[in-house]
């Protein structure tokens, strides 16, 4: 079955760029899909961050948008997440998960499923 | 964007009886899944098209509604269900969740 998993530092200090990876295993993202990063604050809900196709066709969430970079490394079936201009309010638990559905001619249309089981990341000094 | 208003914030239910989650968007969707999270685990995905159970859900879970209201029921609580469960639509970008309903037992 599909796995991910993600990885990266777990502190990272305040202005700088944090980056982390997903790894896939049990199916090729070449094969498809769009895959995506979802956040969550401590004690807080779920924020969407952004999601990308194999083809590196991408949406991010306006809110994070100027800050974020979703790519794709089909060579190495993972893929990955840059958040530039760290501050507090970007401590969460990061995940990765596949984005399943369909796509119309316009846009597409997709529930996250599986989810890795999440990183933690710290902003802090 | 769309908002997502999940009610009530906290529900209390005794082991055996029912619940009754509701979702309101903002705005009328056709596309929107209901997870369930556990403490220190990711979220897990329940339903999607506000009906389907995605696979190896159990029939006590079931999704319903439309336009802008939709509803989890859990028709009989067992005691692995008590956690908090979030609504997402997916008819918009920028995907959005629901602030999440946590399900107690009472």
């Known amino acids: 079955q599909v796995q991910l998993q993600e990885s990266g530092p777990g502190l990272v200090k305040p202005s700088e760029t944090l980056s982390l990876n997903c790894s896939v295993s049990g199916y090729f993202i070449s094969n498809g899909y769009y895959w995506g990063w979802i956040r969550q604050s401590p004690g807080k809900g779920l924020e969407w961050i952004g999601s990308?196709?194999?083809?590196?066709?991408?949406y991010y969430n306006p809110s994070l948008k100027s800050r974020v970079t979703i790519s794709v490394d089909t060579s190495k079936n993972q893929f990955s997440l840059k958040l530039t201009s760290l501050t507090a309010a970007d401590t969460a638990v990061y995940y990765c998960?596949?984005?399943?559905?369909?796509?119309?001619?316009?846009?597409?249309?997709?529930?996250?499923?599986?989810w890795g089981q999440g990183a933690l990341v710290t902003v802090s000094s | 964007e769309i908002v997502m208003t999940q009610s009530p914030a906290t529900l209390s239910v005794s082991p055996g009886e029912r619940a009754t989650l509701s979702c309101r968007a903002s705005q009328s969707i056709t596309n929107l899944a209901w997870y369930q999270q556990k403490f220190g685990q990711a979220p897990r995905l329940l339903i999607y098209?506000?009906?389907t159970r995605a696979t190896g859900i159990p029939a006590r879970f079931s999704g319903s509604g439309s336009g802008t209201e939709f509803t989890l029921t859990i028709s009989s609580l067992q005691s692995e269900d008590f956690a908090v469960y979030y609504c997402?639509?997916?008819?918009?970008?920028?995907?959005?969740f629901g602030q999440g309903t946590r399900l107690e037992i009472k």
């Open positions: 990308i196709y194999v083809s590196g066709n991408t």
């Open positions: 098209g506000a009906s």
């Open positions: 998960a596949r984005a399943n559905g369909h796509c119309d001619s316009s846009t597409c249309y997709n529930w996250f499923d599986p």
């Open positions: 997402q639509q997916y008819n918009n970008w920028p995907r959005t």
